[in-house]
C-alpha cells in the first residue's frame, strides 16, 4: 500500500477523535463554559449535522479543484476547528470551533475514498479504502477514553490541542505523500473532478440511489441499536455502568477488524460481500435481542455488531463512486447518507423505549431496518448482474 494511504489513515484518526472525544469531556466542558448538560449536548449534534452538510456543500464547491489541494484544505479547516475549541473562551467560539472541524469531515471521507482508490490498483481498491478508514475506526475504540483520560489529567483543552497536533501531522504528511500527478495503476490521485452539471448527472443512475439508500439504512440499523446500547447493558445485561466504557471498546475492535475484512472481500466480490455483511448485521441484532440478559453473549454480540457493521463500508463506498463514474458529489452523499441513516435509527429506536417496549427494542428495530438495507442491497446487485 502506497505511503500516501498513512497520511490519509492518520488524517480520519485525528477526524474520528474530534467526534468522539468528546462524549467523555461533555461535563468537564459543561462546567468550564458554564453552560447547562443539554446546551453542552448540542457540541455533539451540531457536530453530526454540520457533517451531513459539509459532505454536500464542500464537495459541490471544491468540484473543479485538484483533489490533493481540496484534502490539504479540508485538514486545513480541521486544524482551525479544533484550534478555536481548544482557545474557546465562552461557549458560542466553542461551537463555531466544533460546526468548522465537522465542515471537513464529509468531504475528506469521500474526496479521500476517492484518492485513495487512485493510489492503489484497480484491484485493490476497496483494501485501499479500508485502510484510509482504519485512522477512523481505531479513532472509535481509542476516543472517548482518550478524552477521558487526557481530560483528567490536563483538563478538556489539552484534548483539542492534541486532535490540532495530530491535524497538523496530517496536513504534513498529505501535503509531502499523496502524490500530485497520475499513478501507476493510471489514475490521478490530484485531477479535478467533472463540473458540478456533471457531477449532478451521476444522480440520474439508480444504482447510485440504491447504494446510498442501502448505506443509510445500514448504518441506521446499528446506530439504532449503538444509541441506546448502554441502557441495553445496564438495565438488561446487568452491567455496571462503569462497563460500559470496555464494552464499548469491544465494539470498536469489531469495527476495526470488520473494515480490515469488508475490504478484502469486497475486492473480491463487493455485492456479496455487501449483502452477507448487512444480512450478518440483521442477524447479529435480532440476536442481540434474544440474548441481551446473558453477559457473555453480550460481549460477543457487541464484537460482531460493530464487525458486521463497518464490514460493508469500505465496499459501499467504492461501489457508490464506480456506479457514479467517480464523482466526488456522490462519494461525499454517502457520507451524508450515513448520518441521515444515525439520525433514522437514533430517533426510531427512541421511538420504540418511549412506547414501553422495553431496550431491547432498539436491537430488533435496527434488525428490521438493516433487514430492509439487505433487500435493497439484493436488489441492486441484481439490477447490476443484469447490465
Same mark, same amino acid.
Given at each position: 500500500?502506497?505511503?500516501g494511504?498513512?497520511?490519509?489513515?492518520?488524517g480520519?484518526?485525528?477526524?474520528?477523535?474530534?467526534?468522539?472525544?468528546?462524549a467523555?469531556?461533555?461535563?468537564?466542558?459543561?462546567?468550564?463554559?458554564?453552560? +447547562?448538560a443539554?446546551?453542552?449536548?448540542?457540541? *455533539?449534534?451540531?457536530?453530526? #449535522?454540520?457533517?451531513?452538510?459539509?459532505a *454536500?456543500?464542500?464537495?459541490?464547491?471544491?468540484?473543479?479543484?485538484?483533489?490533493?489541494q481540496?484534502?490539504?484544505?479540508l485538514?486545513?479547516?480541521f486544524?482551525?476547528?479544533?484550534?478555536?475549541?481548544?482557545?474557546?473562551?465562552?461557549?458560542?467560539?466553542?461551537?463555531?470551533?466544533?460546526?468548522?472541524?465537522?465542515?471537513?469531515?464529509? +468531504?475528506?471521507?469521500?474526496?479521500?475514498? $476517492?484518492?485513495?482508490?487512485?493510489?492503489?490498483?484497480?484491484?485493490?481498491? +476497496?483494501?485501499?479504502?479500508?485502510?484510509? %478508514?482504519?485512522?477512523?475506526?481505531?479513532?472509535?475504540?481509542?476516543?472517548?477514553? %482518550?478524552?477521558a483520560?487526557?481530560?483528567?489529567?490536563?483538563?478538556?483543552?489539552?484534548? %483539542?490541542?492534541?486532535?490540532?497536533?495530530?491535524?497538523?501531522?496530517?496536513?504534513?504528511g *498529505?501535503?509531502?505523500?499523496?502524490p500530485?500527478?497520475?499513478?501507476?495503476?493510471?489514475?490521478?490521485?490530484a485531477?479535478?473532478?467533472?463540473?458540478l452539471?456533471?457531477?449532478?448527472?451521476?444522480?440520474?443512475?439508480?444504482?447510485?440511489?440504491?447504494?446510498?439508500?442501502a448505506?443509510?439504512?445500514?448504518?441506521?440499523?446499528?446506530?439504532?441499536? #449503538?444509541?441506546y446500547?448502554?441502557?441495553?447493558?445496564?438495565?438488561?445485561?446487568?452491567? +455496571?455502568?462503569?462497563?460500559?466504557?470496555?464494552?464499548?471498546?469491544?465494539?470498536?475492535?469489531?469495527?476495526?477488524?470488520?473494515?480490515?475484512?469488508?475490504?478484502?472481500?469486497?475486492?473480491?466480490?463487493?455485492?456479496?460481500?455487501?449483502?452477507?455483511?448487512?444480512?450478518g448485521?440483521?442477524?447479529?441484532l435480532?440476536?442481540?435481542?434474544? $440474548?441481551?440478559?446473558?453477559?457473555?453473549?453480550?460481549?460477543?454480540?457487541?464484537?460482531?455488531?460493530?464487525? %458486521?457493521?463497518?464490514?460493508?463500508?469500505?465496499?459501499? *463506498?467504492?461501489?457508490?463512486t464506480?456506479?457514479?463514474?467517480?464523482?466526488?458529489?456522490?462519494a461525499?452523499?454517502?457520507?451524508?447518507?450515513?448520518?441521515?441513516?444515525?439520525?433514522?435509527?437514533?430517533?426510531?429506536?427512541?421511538?420504540?423505549?418511549?412506547?414501553?417496549?422495553?431496550?431491547?427494542?432498539?436491537?430488533?428495530?435496527?434488525?428490521g431496518?438493516?433487514?430492509?438495507?439487505?433487500?435493497?442491497?439484493?436488489v441492486?446487485?441484481?439490477?447490476?448482474r443484469?447490465?
Amino acid at each position: 500500500m502506497p505511503s500516501g494511504l498513512i497520511a490519509l489513515a492518520l488524517g480520519g484518526f485525528g477526524i474520528g477523535l474530534t467526534e468522539f472525544l468528546i462524549a467523555g469531556l461533555l461535563p468537564q466542558i459543561a462546567s468550564g463554559l458554564a453552560v +447547562s448538560a443539554a446546551a453542552a449536548g448540542w457540541l *455533539i449534534s451540531g457536530y453530526a #449535522l454540520s457533517v451531513a452538510i459539509g459532505a *454536500i456543500a464542500l464537495t459541490a464547491a471544491t468540484t473543479r479543484l485538484p483533489r490533493k489541494q481540496v484534502l490539504v484544505g479540508l485538514v486545513a479547516l480541521f486544524v482551525i476547528g479544533n484550534l478555536l475549541s481548544a482557545l474557546a473562551p465562552n461557549y458560542q467560539v466553542m461551537l463555531l470551533g466544533r460546526v468548522v472541524a465537522a465542515m471537513c469531515h464529509g +468531504s475528506f471521507f469521500g474526496i479521500g475514498s $476517492l484518492v485513495a482508490c487512485a493510489l492503489a490498483a484497480p484491484e485493490r481498491k +476497496s483494501r485501499a479504502v479500508a485502510v484510509m %478508514f482504519a485512522g477512523l475506526t481505531l479513532a472509535n475504540v481509542l476516543g472517548v477514553p %482518550f478524552g477521558a483520560l487526557v481530560g483528567e489529567r490536563w483538563g478538556w483543552r489539552a484534548a %483539542f490541542w492534541a486532535v490540532t497536533a495530530i491535524g497538523v501531522l496530517a496536513l504534513t504528511g *498529505i501535503a509531502a505523500l499523496v502524490p500530485a500527478r497520475p499513478t501507476e495503476a493510471g489514475h490521478s490521485a490530484a485531477t479535478p473532478a467533472a463540473g458540478l452539471r456533471a457531477q449532478f448527472r451521476a444522480f440520474r443512475s439508480w444504482q447510485v440511489w440504491l447504494t446510498l439508500t442501502a448505506t443509510g439504512l445500514g448504518y441506521g440499523g446499528m446506530f439504532g441499536a #449503538l444509541s441506546y446500547i448502554a441502557y441495553t447493558f445496564t438495565e438488561v445485561g446487568g452491567f +455496571s455502568s462503569a462497563d460500559v466504557a470496555w464494552l464499548l471498546m469491544v465494539y470498536g475492535v469489531g469495527l476495526v477488524a470488520g473494515n480490515l475484512i469488508g475490504g478484502r472481500a469486497a475486492d473480491q466480490d463487493r455485492d456479496r460481500a455487501l449483502v452477507l455483511a448487512l444480512l450478518g448485521l440483521t442477524v447479529t441484532l435480532a440476536v442481540f435481542g434474544l $440474548l441481551a440478559a446473558d453477559p457473555t453473549a453480550s460481549v460477543v454480540l457487541v464484537f460482531l455488531m460493530g464487525l %458486521f457493521g463497518f464490514a460493508a463500508v469500505p465496499g459501499m *463506498i467504492t461501489r457508490v463512486t464506480d456506479v457514479a463514474h467517480g464523482a466526488a458529489l456522490a462519494a461525499g452523499a454517502n457520507v451524508s447518507a450515513s448520518n441521515v441513516g444515525n439520525a433514522l435509527g437514533a430517533w426510531l429506536g427512541g421511538l420504540a423505549i418511549s412506547v414501553g417496549l422495553g431496550y431491547t427494542a432498539p436491537l430488533y428495530v435496527g434488525a428490521g431496518i438493516t433487514l430492509i438495507a439487505v433487500l435493497v442491497m439484493a436488489v441492486a446487485a441484481h439490477q447490476a448482474r443484469r447490465h
